[in-house]
Nanobody, 115 residues
């Protein structure tokens, strides 16, 4: 069974930083692309950042230069470093992996940046 557990969300002021973590189990983590998505109530889930098993990471235009996705394959954990946070970054952030058995999602972690 594949499990993804996110952590690190919270309530922070504009301009602050947060680092989200996504701990994986049940998969050979180093072989998989990991994505971070976010969702605001009433809107579709939005792809924020992707880190492949090897190669370059990609980012949504709205977070380029402010967010950085990394991974630690030994700890089976992906990270999303979020700097210069804005109120529009407020959302539930989800970790995602696409496995042979289908899409796998974590439970999400709330990030709130008040205006």
């Amino acid at each position: 069974q594949v499990y993804l557990v996110e952590s690190g969300g919270g309530l922070v002021q504009p301009g602050s930083s947060l680092r989200l973590s996504c701990k994986a189990s049940g998969i050979n983590f180093k072989l998989f692309t990991v994505d971070w998505y976010r969702q605001v109530p009433g809107k579709e889930r939005e792809l924020v950042a992707t880190i492949p098993a090897s190669g370059s990471s990609t980012y949504a235009d709205s977070v380029k230069g402010r967010f950085a996705i990394t991974r630690d394959n030994v700890r089976r954990t992906a990270f999303l470093q979020m700097d210069a946070l804005k109120p529009e970054d407020t959302a539930v952030y989800y970790c995602h992996v696409n496995t042979k058995g289908g899409d796998r999602w974590g439970q999400g972690t709330q990030v709130t940046v008040p205006s």
